[in-house]
């Protein structure tokens, strides 16, 4: 059954007096525990389907459902709250706050999700230890190497154990040695619990990871391609 489902989907931003058309009717499905790789270059309209599937923006016409919801005509409250009952993120760049450490970063979706301290302490401690960090709990990011920053940021995306994690470049500012490091993590986090995978990245080695492929060019899906058929 899939989770994630797109019905003729655009999206039309106004600059000055132009129009740009950065998604031009995009048509998907994405099944329950599916690694999911957006792959095209810069302006393929990769990053701006990815917010779209997650609720970050809406599209300018036509349908989306997460999780069979309609987050294309929910208000912004129900769309929130599934986002924190459901949804993981990791950035590119990290999105972590400068002035906590690496267990109150993980901790932050526990927190907004009523979790008690103890409770959040406990579950950042292991989520922490697990992607190898466990000597790191109480630095801060300037502490940190920008592996090991992702490595939080990946701990915070999955601590709520959501059902779809969103990535957008994640290995976009790591060296090849910690993006091979960083993908197995998220491989394995991913393979562990059946969640939905869905990553952005205009790196086609990185999309061989995938389980399928969707080329992406001018706003469109140009191909997919299925990894577990072609292998």
Known sequence: MEIIKCINVKKTYIMGKEKVEALRGINLEIKKGEFVA????????????????????????????????PIHSLNETKITNIRKKHVG???????????RSAI???????????????ERLRRGKEMLISVGLGDRLYHKPNQM?????????????????PEIVFADEPTGNLDTKTTEEVMQ???????????????????????????????MKDGLVEKVVDNKKSS
């Not at 701006?48 to 036509?62: D, I, V, Y």
């Not at 993120?89 to 002035?99: A, K, R, V």
């Not at 109150?104 to 103890?118: M, Q």
């Open 38 to 69: 957006l792959l095209g270059k810069s302006g393929s309209g990769k990053s701006t389907l990815l917010n779209m599937l997650a609720g970050l923006e809406r599209p300018s016409e036509g349908e989306i459902y997460l999780n069979q919801e």
């Open 89 to 99: 993120f990791i950035f590119q760049s990290y999105n972590l706050l400068p002035t």
């Open 104 to 118: 109150e970063n993980v901790c932050l979706p526990l927190t907004f999700n009523r979790f008690n301290e103890r």
């Open 145 to 161: 190497s920008g592996g090991q920053q992702q490595r939080v940021s990946i701990a915070r995306a999955f601590i709520n154990n």
């Open 185 to 215: 993590i998220m491989l394995g986090m991913i393979q562990k619990h059946n969640q939905t995978f869905v990553m952005v990245t205009h790196d086609e080695e990185l999309s061989y990871y995938a389980d399928r492929i969707f080329y």
